[in-house]
């Protein structure tokens, strides 16, 4: 096996890691404050990815494509909060579940009503469409090293922001005892209002960096929703150190699992054999390993400490 | 003399910085009501959820009967013969008082893997559970939801529910939490008519209701037991008065 | 909770229901509106998944978002049989039972220590690891989907070609779930279910090993999940893993609420509901989801005990006054 290929893979597993992370820190802080499970949170990702996509493809500028991807995210994401989401943090997580199951089939629908059923393309800004000579003969896309360094960047601010500020305070409080912080006179509502539209321009950034990546369509979302709830389930649901640990391994472990796991079975079996159950077990691998997880660690790696 | 029916040797439980239970030893004969004291925080609700098993103490013995309890989840001993109330009232709401007492009647009634006969009407369970609620004065309210009774009501209910197991030992963690007088009389009445036919380990804050119906008193301060005796004993001792009773002179 | 009144609104609705639709294929015959009889086919087989996951979500409290793996299980053993020949009826059914059964034994084993989230995660992620298994495997057809030749056979007299046998068999499965149902959970074992679902805590003090009676439960209707499965198999004569997608699983769920949770008649309306809206939307637009989301919110919000909740309302309002 090529080392420059196992390189190259761990790179991009990192790269999908950070892309994660960004999708995972939102849905757990929203979690771990609001107890609110909100499956629509890949409809901010896709809401992202489209908005940028869209706005690229007539302004020719990156700068405002990034704008109007995090913004139109965060705007919808403060919208639902608004007209639908005050009504459910009271509800059971049932009802979250199923109403915002309703949501995704609505916002699917919406953008391929807007832009048809047809993907949209998106393209790697200029500045960034070279490679990158990491290591001498190694050369590696500079639009996904860009990726992890935003992603890198973004956990660090988010470190420096729930551990050191006033804000972060209140969402490591609000997170450890959500009732005691409405009695000590904390505007409930605006932080509340707050973490969700953070959490949706997460979402939507992780969007609009994937756009060039994957494909920009309906439902785009959905994928790495599911992801994203395995890696908060494995990082434990109210930690964002949980997030970002469990998102770099999911990330790794699911990009290593597709590139090698089918060359390494044909070391052991046939051909054909390795072509039915490599990108099978790659598929299965990562809940395997939540699944794993869940058995000894029922309530994940990191999980916060709560009353 | 006889084996006690239940032994505490060395319980220890700790939760981060907090000992909840510091090294607590205590012997419980048959028959006896032994009721624990002290104030709030003292560790007595998490030393009842360690008798249960619904914690798992970090160090230490439980032994029901001479036999070793430690490791048992909660069903298992309540088959063993350990019942408990709740200090916070944890009734089945959305169903009837009968339906309550005779779900606990169902545990005891061998496996429930029966999918065909309808238990509701099933007489194996609707009649002892209706003895039961006659017992502590519930038989008029037997069809109501449990969520709809009054609060007296549904102590009672609580209570109800740990006998339906005919237990050996029966842990009520403050029965009388929340009730008014007459009801606290009542109850005082029901569990003085309890005592000949089960073990109890009673905690209450109910001084009064304690020194009329315990056998055996032990006070409990921060997970330490500081005091056990007779109730006249207890009364007597400075500590405790200084610590728990307060200052001024017991009757 | 209602009680288990004998005559109540919820048996009269649900005799209702029965005696509509064992009249449905003359019905819809002598109004020349034939072809209803394989719509409401589907219906059923629907209806089937729906009740199947009410006992375990609307009885016994257990969300689990993966209850379409229990139907592809099933639609694929009678596929899979069919690939290599076997036709037999009652050996194909036979199968899908049983795998579906082991399958649900074991996710249920692993899930069931968790709870909330996790539990909803967890089933989730099993269902999803059987979808992408079934798409990876080529040799049933993997993502293309794999076609049945011929129908199960249940001995010469049943012939399943026939719309009508087919919607009388499927009647006859639904009929006999919902009244194996309704014994199912007014029986001890159900008491267990339901008690774990209104105070679990409760139940393992009281001496009840609350889980080997959820994965009992969990079985049962992974297994009845299966025989919709295979009835679906045989409706369509062809299975795929789309009957797997998780949006499947949703899907399902959204019947139970829409009908009416916990009460074994209501996923019935809820299948009506759901597949009705479903084929009258998107003969309006094809946009019909853009209408079906915001509906589900609705419902969730503001009618949330389902149809069947505002009927039993209605019924008990009327016959008391």
């Known amino acids: ?307 | 003399m006889a084996e006690p029916l239940l032994s505490i040797a060395g319980l220890y439980k700790h939760f981060g910085g907090i000992i909840a239970t510091d090294g607590v030893s205590l012997q419980i004969d048959e028959g006896e009501l032994h009721a624990i004291i002290g104030p709030n925080g003292a560790g007595k609700t998490t030393l009842v959820a360690q008798l249960m098993g619904e914690l798992r103490p970090d160090r230490g013995s439980i032994r029901l009967d001479g036999h070793d309890v430690t490791a048992l989840p909660p069903y298992r001993r309540s088959l063993r013969g350990i019942a408990r109330s709740f200090q916070i009232t944890s009734v089945f709401a959305e169903l009837t008082a009968c339906d309550n007492v005779a779900l606990a009647v169902q545990a005891h009634a061998g496996h429930s893997f029966r999918f065909w006969r309808a238990a509701r009407t099933d007489p194996a369970l609707r009649e002892p559970a209706r003895a039961i609620l006659g017992e502590v004065g519930l038989a008029h309210r037997a069809d109501t939801q449990a969520a709809v009774l009054a609060h007296g009501e549904r102590r009672l209910l609580e209570i109800a529910i740990a006998l339906a197991s005919r237990p050996r030992l029966l842990l009520l963690d403050e029965p009388m939490a929340g009730m008014g007088a007459d009801d606290a009389a009542r109850m005082v009445g029901f569990l003085s008519r309890l005592k000949s036919r089960v073990t109890v380990l009673l905690i209450e804050h109910d001084m009064d209701a304690v020194f009329a119906l315990a056998d055996r008193v032990t006070v409990m301060v921060y997970g330490r037991i500081v005091a056990s005796g007779t109730p006249q004993e207890i009364r007597a001792d400075a500590e405790v008065r200084r610590a728990y009773l307060g200052e001024d002179e017991a009757a | 909770m209602p009680p288990d009144n004998p005559v109540s609104a919820r048996g009269l609705i649900t005799f209702a229901v029965i005696v509509v639709l064992a009249l449905l294929p003359p019905a819809t015959a002598a109004l020349g509106i034939g072809f209803y009889v394989d719509i409401f086919t589907r219906i059923m087989i629907f209806a089937i998944a729906a009740l199947s996951l009410d006992i375990i979500l609307g009885y016994g409290g257990m969300v689990s978002f993966g209850h379409a793996a229990f139907l592809g299980i099933g639609a694929y053993s009678v596929g899979i049989l069919a690939f290599y020949g076997v036709d037999n009826g009652f050996l194909q059914f036979g199968v899908a039972i049983l795998a579906s059964a082991v399958v649900a034994l074991f996710i249920g084993f692993v899930s069931l220590r968790t709870s909330g989230i996790y539990f909803i995660m967890i089933t989730l992620a099993f269902a999803q690891m059987i979808y992408f298994l079934s798409i990876s495997i080529n040799t049933y057809g993997g993502d293309n989907g794999l076609n049945i030749d011929r129908h199960s056979e249940f001995t010469r007299f049943i012939d399943l070609n026939d719309a009508n046998t087919l919607y009388y068999l499927v009647f006859a499965v639904l009929v006999l779930f919902l009244l194996l149902g309704r014994r199912l959970v007014a029986s001890r074992f159900g008491m267990v279910i339901r008690g774990a679902k209104s105070n679990e805590r409760r139940m393992e003090a009281v001496g009840f090993p609350v889980l080997r009676y959820r994965l009992a439960a969990f079985v049962i209707a992974g297994a009845m999940g299966g025989v919709a499965g295979a009835l679906l198999a045989n409706q369509d004569l062809f299975v795929s893993p789309s009957i797997m997608q998780w949006t499947r699983s949703g899907e399902i769920l959204m019947m139970v609420i829409l009908g009416g949770m916990g009460t074994l008649v209501g996923p019935i309306f809820g299948a009506v509901v759901f597949l009705v809206l479903e084929t009258a939307l998107s003969d309006v637009t094809g946009h019909w989801q853009a209408i079906m989301g915001p509906i589900l919110v609705l419902v969730v919000l503001f009618a949330r005990d389902g149809i069947f909740g505002l009927l039993s309302h209605r019924c008990a309002e009327s016959r008391r006054g």
Do not use: C
């Open chain 1, 1 to 307: 096996m090529d080392p420059l290929l196992v390189l190259a893979q761990a790179l991009n597993g990192i790269q999908f890691g950070v892309m994660l992370f960004l999708m995972a820190a939102g849905l757990t802080l929203v979690f771990g404050i609001m107890n609110l499970i909100n499956l629509a949170h890949g409809s901010f990702y896709m809401v992202g990815a489209y908005a940028a996509a869209a706005t690229f493809q007539t302004t020719g500028s990156f700068l405002a494509a990034s704008i109007a991807g995090i913004g139109a995210g965060a705007a919808v994401g403060l919208a639902v909060e608004i007209a639908v989401f005050r009504r459910l943090y009271a509800r059971d997580h049932l009802d979250q579940v199923l109403a915002t199951f309703g949501l995704i089939l609505f916002f699917n629908e919406m953008v391929r009503i807007i832009w048809g059923s047809t993907a949209l393309y998106a393209t790697v800004p200029a500045f960034l469409a070279g490679q990158v000579e990491i290591l001498p003969g190694a050369p590696y896309p500079a639009y996904r090293l860009a990726i992890i360094a935003v992603g890198l960047a973004v956990a660090a601010l988010l470190y420096l922001l729930v551990g050191k500020t006033r804000l972060g305070m209140l969402i490591r409080a609000g997170a450890a005892d959500r009732v005691m912080l409405g009695a000590l006179g904390v505007n409930v509502k605006i932080l509340y209002t707050l973490v969700f539209g953070l959490g949706a321009a997460l979402a939507a950034l992780a969007g609009l960096m994937a756009g060039p990546i994957f494909t920009v369509e309906a439902g785009m979302g959905e994928n790495v929703l599911i992801l994203a709830f395995v890696v908060i389930v494995i990082g434990g649901i109210g930690s964002i150190r949980g997030a970002f640990v469990a998102a770099l391994l999911v990330g790794f472990v699911d990009t290593m699992g597709r590139a090698f796991l089918r060359p390494l079975l044909a070391t052991v079996m046939t051909n054909a054999a390795a072509d039915n159950a490599g990108p099978a077990l790659a598929s299965m691998l990562i809940y395997l390993m939540m699944a794993a997880v869940l058995f000894f660690r029922p309530r994940g790696l990191f999980p916060p400490r709560t009353r």
